[in-house]
């Protein structure tokens, strides 16, 4: 014997609730890392200045630590070298780090052009 038409639809009422349960917070760690990433690259354009053509990457990370949402930029001039920004109430770049391609490519700290002075 099948279920009735009544029970089949809960049944798939309840399963279509639970795959949107499960994929809400997927979906709100995607879009935030997408909203955080169009807002530093913004404030790079906007208020700093720079061009589309300078910005090699502006990508949004998520994570573990407070805050959880972060962005990293690259700039085209300084390959190599990623820059940290947080994006919640406004836009503050916070660190940077030189890869070992960053080494490679002789960047020091002394050296970088795009630390923000206002850190």
């Excluded at 009422?13 to 530093?40: E, S």
């Excluded at 190599?80 to 080494?103: C, D, K, N, W």
């Excluded at 490519?105 to 923000?116: P, Q």
């Amino acid at each position: 014997m099948g279920l009735s038409p009544v029970r089949r639809r809960v049944v798939y009422v309840l399963r279509v609730l639970i795959v949107l349960l499960l994929l809400t917070p997927v979906v709100y760690v995607q879009v935030n890392k997408i909203l955080y990433a169009k807002r530093v690259s913004a404030y790079l354009k906007e208020t700093k200045g720079y061009t589309k053509q300078e910005i090699a990457s502006v990508k949004g990370i998520w994570s573990i630590k407070a805050p959880p949402f972060l962005v990293e930029v690259e700039f085209r001039d300084e390959p190599g070298v990623e820059y940290i920004y947080f994006a919640h109430a406004g836009v503050l770049q916070f660190s940077y780090s030189i890869t070992p391609e960053g080494r490679e490519n002789g960047f020091r700290e002394a050296r970088l052009k795009h630390v923000d002075p206002v850190q």
